[in-house]
């Protein structure tokens, strides 16, 4: 049985923090330089008490809304964060009765960052071909703004929040093609919160300078950004290529190449050592930060608004970093 997105949307929190507004915290920092280098102007933040949960019942109903679709129609929902509202019960569990779905519908959450999105697609692929469903909502949201030290300017800079919802279905926009996945598990600690689940379940309140001059904290996200770039360089250029190798194409056959949305210096790396024209590259991030999960749907569903994407394209979406891991397909 063949796979289709059948819908897209995405939901921002109201918050927006300026370049500007950075600066008056750093004072050393100028926000024309942010905004070269990071390719982010501004970013949304989550309010207070606002979840990761919360953010994506509003991307959902937004679906709902955009596309006219009966929630009685989903019989499944994947939800795809890293900062769930519980540690138990599954944040997917608590959205299906929030949104008033069937109780005969599935949920589960799974915990992936930057590529979650690529495998939740693959995932929900696999259960529409062994028919265990019809039907997949696939959500995706982040609240990485509420682990970042105050001081963490860096990160600040980067990350900011969002949530993403998508229908998988049998039919609709795109078919969804073959994937290729993997994961590095030793580079695990380039990307990490130490502190507050069963490995470490009290805040310690330690910090260290790492080998770059970028301090170490066991209660807030922690990123080794150069040990990340690392990674993607060496390895994106092959998931590229193994991609194309599955789907049977090659690189010219590809109308459009849609990536996390890392940070701007990262994206355009990429696209120069994977030899891939601006003009067929998605790099916008300008307004949003990068969302880890959410920024493939983001920007699929702003490329497609903009008509950068037309009926009748090929388009491979890649995921890597927090994992370490990698995955991507080609959409048809």
Known sequence: MKTFIKAISYYLPKRIQTNDALVSKFPEWNAAKVSEKVGVN?????????????????????????????????????????????????????????????????????????????????????????????????????????????????????????????????????????????????????????????RCKQSTGFSEMDENGYTRWDDYLYMNGNAIFNFTLSTVPHLVSETLLVNSLSKEEVDYFVFHQANKFMLDSIRKVCKIPETRFYNSIEHTGNTVSSTVLIALKDAIQANLITPGMKIMLAGFGVGLSYGACILR
């Open 42 to 198: 501004s970013r949304h933040i989550s309010a207070s008490d606002e979840t990761a949960g919360d953010m994506a019942e509003k991307a959902a109903r937004k679906l709902f809304f955009e596309y006219n679709i009966n929630p009685e129609d989903i019989d499944f929902i994947l939800f795809c964060t890293q900062s769930p509202d519980y540690f138990l019960p599954s944040t997917s569990c608590v959205l299906q009765n929030r949104l008033g779905l069937k109780t005969t519908c599935g949920a589960f959450d799974f915990n992936l960052g930057c590529s979650g999105a690529v495998y939740g697609l693959a995932i929900a692929k696999g259960m529409i071909t062994s028919r265990v469903a019809r039907n997949v909502l696939l959500l995706t949201a982040e609240t990485y703004t509420k682990y970042l030290h105050p001081s963490d300017k860096s990160n600040q800079s980067i990350f900011g929040d969002g949530a993403a919802a998508c229908l998988i279905s049998y039919d609709g926009l795109f078919e969804i093609g073959e994937f290729v996945l993997g994961t590095d598990g030793s580079g695990a600690e380039n990307l990490i919160l130490r502190s507050g689940a069963a």
